[in-house]
């Protein structure tokens, strides 16, 4: 027998319906008076029956006012759902299912989210009659019901689509999927619609009962191909893309009519359906079949995309394409995208060019539009040319190079932009094609830097950087020059959009010229110099970093008075005109970071309020975290990009200055606040201030000894490949110590060397990892040859291996000498990879006279060892050149 059913108080509900008026007002003091009531009617349990009344029931009610109870509803739900009595939450739960059918598309939305938010508070294990209540539902006669029921279980499987996989709930998608795809052929398209969203939300995660109804699936899709409805064609791309990711075996045998089917939706007078579609070639460049399936397409695929890397009539409104002079309207604030720091990671030097890429640090290598940075068409059409060039090389150009002409010199500038934007877009992939027509093809894009639409000159921007490394190959004066002249101009556009295009395209000039800049360098500063003055917000944190990429390309030629002269004005003049809060300090910070260490002696002048300044900042970050971790309800947690930038920069300063740091350090209370970060929980304050710790050991060590028993076991803890930035600094750091340190390090040696053992031979260890491992164990060795020499065996090869590849360099010599007193300790470590020490030693270009005696007699001392029959049928196994080498420079 049921109890008597909950009725609502008159009284009450007038209260009610009023507050829900009051709270629809423009007022600000009526909005915090609604406010101050509801939290005074969330006292009262029963509140939440006549918030659902009024939505379910209250059918003389305009609309917005019953949503608007629905929707005060779900968010007490979502903060107290737990708190409320079983009579209410029943309440609740039978008026959602009663009423799913609302007559109302907005009533019918918001039961579904309200059905949806008591799920995810963990509802759906005790709602055992939620699921097969809302799959009967779907069979009524009446279309309200259905399509309301459907848009809550569409909900429900985007909220819950694991859950529903598990046992918990005993696996309804058994019963679930195969219910969806009877209604794939419904009448009415949104219900269509819906039924396709709901079996999408399984593809990814490979459901089984998907899995298990997989080609009933694949055939209700094809029979949607053309469905008349943009939403269900949208649902039908979205599927086919997901499919293309996790079963491509079951698409092979349809292939030929999927990409038939996705080029006419590529083309679909939808935009959402064609971003869809479009996002099919994107997936199918991932796969390893792409080549075989889509060579014969291409003729068709390529005008296609091309055609939609125009920009739309939307997009130019939205980008105010017509705008040409913009340059004193202040930027808004919501337009500038957090920055993310790249914290220091310690990398060597390898053979044939600078430091490598880590394998930690990504290459973000923005698209030319990204203020509008929601996905579009255009985007998706530039992004998947971008990835096919790079399978199909220079394939692609015979389909292109006929449409370019047309584009690149046709008299409609958006036609001409779309082409500036197709060159760009395949530069990565068509390089080698491209060279015979870059000659010709680059004065006309320089040209077109002067062009009198700005979306024009902004896109050459960009386009050009992507060719920066051929200009760079080519005699300066050919295309370097014009190119940077045109560039710098376009740095002081006066449009925005154009600044900030040619300030990136500029930093990646730089990264590719180097010192070929350094001609030029006059010029390039009072330009820089001179957009300081200029730019508004945003563009000044890319010039930033265009100063930053200067330093760090040109070095030590940077450090001349006169330049010296024009540059640090203006950044000491931002410096102090920024507070200790401004965020506008990160990119400011790393750009003084790069200067200073390309200065050095030349940076002293300015070095003294830099430098307090970081301490500064460290130090109240620390505080502010310290109030934070003992009164969390009444302080905010700090910001910690503050302190570790703050590190970098002293890190710069440390490399910068070497020993004129001295004062600095011994001035300050640095070692006791490094000990404090060391410890941090935040893996980068710790990455950084590792990095700190080797630099000052480089510059400063008197200041750092008194600190080592402190220091080394937190050194030791941090060993832990989990975190390879934080590990590897940590190395790279220990490695600096001991050379300081000498045999005093031998306390030490048992804290760390067990771990970087281990890490040295971990598979998959990274590169840059593995390297500074290798150095940090030859230099223990070196200091320390009694204590280090019984494991020579466990490391000797992964060790020879890892650094065989890094130039000749200090640290490089510092671990060979090392090794070499090992072996001289216990020459049995290493007789079994003999072979890889020998090719090790010959990787050596020109190894210091005694480092190279040290070579000589390891080598020679094997050799009359093993005797010299012995001998030759060892050194019958080596590499041709590896012989050749041992020969011409040891005589073995």
């Not at 819906?194 to 009962?209: D, E, L, M």
């Not at 979306?455 to 050919?478: E, F, G, K, M, N």
């Not at 005696?853 to 060892?874: A, S, T």
Request: a negative charge.
């Amino acid at each position: 027998m049921h109890q008597m059913e909950w009725q609502p108080d008159e009284q009450g509900l007038q209260q009610v319906l009023q507050l829900l008026k009051d709270s629809q007002s423009p007022n600000t003091a009526t909005q915090r008076a609604v406010q101050q009531k509801l939290e005074q009617l969330n006292q009262f349990p029963d509140f939440n029956n006549y918030l659902i009344f009024v939505l379910t029931r209250l059918k003389t009610e305009d609309e917005p006012t019953r949503s608007l109870s629905g929707l005060i509803l779900k968010n007490n739900v979502k903060a107290h759902y737990q708190n409320f009595p079983p009579a209410v939450a029943e309440f609740i739960k039978q008026e959602c299912l009663n009423n799913i059918g609302d007559p109302s598309p907005l009533i019918r939305a918001t039961i579904g989210i309200l059905i949806t938010t008591i799920t995810s508070k963990g509802e759906l294990q005790t709602w055992p009659e939620l699921l097969p209540q809302l799959c009967n539902l779907l069979n009524s006669e009446d279309y309200n019901t259905c399509e309301g029921s459907f848009g809550a279980l569409q909900k429900i499987c985007e909220d819950s689509s694991e859950l529903l996989e598990s046992d918990a709930l005993n696996r309804p998608l058994n019963i679930m999927i195969p219910k969806f795809l009877q209604f794939f052929k419904h009448c009415s398209p949104k219900i269509r619609s819906h039924a396709i969203a709901c079996v999408n939300q399984f593809i990814i995660g490979r459901a089984q009962a998907l899995m298990d109804n997989i080609d009933t699936f694949i055939e209700s899709l094809f029979a949607l191909a053309t469905d008349e409805d943009s939403e269900v064609r949208k649902n039908v791309c979205r599927a086919l893309v997901m499919l293309l990711e996790v079963r491509i075996d079951r698409l092979i045998p349809h292939m030929h009519s999927i990409i038939q089917y996705m080029l006419q939706r590529t083309q679909d007078p939808d935009e959402n359906v064609s971003l869809e579609a479009c996002e099919f070639w994107l997936t199918l460049a991932e796969q390893p079949i792409c080549k075989e399936v889509l060579s014969g397409h291409l003729v068709q695929l390529i005008p296609i995309l091309v055609n939609g890397m125009k920009y739309s009539e939307i997009d130019i409104i939205l980008l105010k394409g017509d705008v040409e002079e913009d340059e004193a309207v202040p930027d808004s604030e919501q337009d500038i995208k957090p920055r993310f720091h790249k914290s220091r990671t310690v990398t060597l030097q390898h053979e044939g060019g600078e430091g490598e890429e880590g394998e930690d640090i990504d290459e973000d290598d923005d698209d030319d539009d990204d203020t509008l940075s929601d996905w579009n068409l255009r985007k998706c059409s530039a992004a998947a040319l971008d990835v096919l060039a790079n399978v199909f090389r220079d394939e692609l150009l015979p389909h292109l190079l006929p449409l370019l002409k047309g584009l690149l010199f046709s008299p409609d500038w958006v036609i001409k932009e779309s082409g500036i934007l197709v060159l760009g877009a395949i530069a990565e992939g068509c390089m080698q094609g491209m060279v015979p027509y870059l000659p010709e093809l680059l004065p006309h894009l320089i040209a077109c830097l002067c062009d009198k639409k700005a979306l024009v000159r902004s896109i050459a921007c960009w386009t050009l950087s992507r060719y920066a490394h051929w200009v760079v190959s080519q005699p300066p004066d050919s295309h370097l020059k014009p190119l940077m002249t045109e560039l710098l101009k376009r740095i002081l556009d006066g449009n925005k959009r154009v600044q900030e295009a040619a300030c990136s395209a500029f930093a990646t000039l730089e990264e590719e010229a180097c010192t070929e800049l350094v001609p030029y360098l006059s010029f390039i500063l009072d330009t820089l110099v001179f957009a300081f003055g200029k730019y508004q917000h945003k563009n000044l944190l890319i010039l930033y970093d265009a100063i930053g990429t200067l330093a760090d390309s040109v070095g030590h030629h940077l450090n001349q008075p006169e330049y010296i002269q024009k540059l640090m004005p203006p950044l000491i003049a931002k410096w102090n005109e920024l507070k200790d809060e401004d965020k506008d300090l990160f990119p400011l910070l790393e750009c003084l970071s790069s200067v200073a260490t390309a200065l050095q002696s030349g940076f002293l002048p300015y070095c003294e309020p830099v430098y307090q300044r970081c301490v500064t900042l460290v130090q109240k970050t620390l505080a502010q975290a310290m109030m934070y971790n003992q009164h969390p309800d009444q302080y905010e947690a700090p910001d910690k990009d503050f302190m570790i930038v703050a590190l970098d920069l002293l890190s710069g300063l440390a490399e910068g200055l070497g020993g004129s740091v001295d004062q600095l350090v011994a001035r300050s209370n640095i070692m006791t606040l490094l000990f404090q970060c060391m410890q941090d929980p935040m893996p980068e304050v710790r990455q950084s201030s590792f990095a700190l710790l080797g630099d000052l050991t480089k510059a400063c060590f008197p200041h750092v000894k008194p600190c080592i028993a402190e220091f080394m076991p937190i050194l030791g803890l941090n060993l832990n490949p989990e975190f390879i930035s934080v590990c590897n600094n940590a190395t790279w750091a220990i490695g600096e110590i001991a050379m300081q340190m000498g045999s005093d390090m031998q306390p030490y040696v048992g804290l760390v060397l067990n771990n970087l053992v281990e890490i040295i031979n971990r598979p998959n260890t990274p590169k840059t990892l593995l390297e500074n491992t290798a150095i940090t164990i030859g230099r223990l060795g070196y200091v320390c040859p009694q204590e280090v020499s019984p494991m020579l065996q466990q490391f000797i090869r992964p060790w020879c291996t890892s650094l065989r590849n890094i130039r000749d360099n200090e640290e490089k010599d510092s671990a060979f000498r090392g090794i070499c007193m090992m072996i001289g300790v216990n020459p049995a470590g290493v007789v079994q990879d003999f072979i890889f020490f020998c090719d090790a030693v010959a990787s050596w270009v020109s190894p210091k006279d005694d480092l190279r005696d040290m070579f000589y007699k390891i080598l020679h001392g094997f050799k009359d060892q093993v005797g010299e029959e012995n001998w030759q049928q060892f050194s019958e196994q080596f590499p041709p050149l590896l012989k050749e080498r041992l020969s011409a420079c040891y005589g073995v």
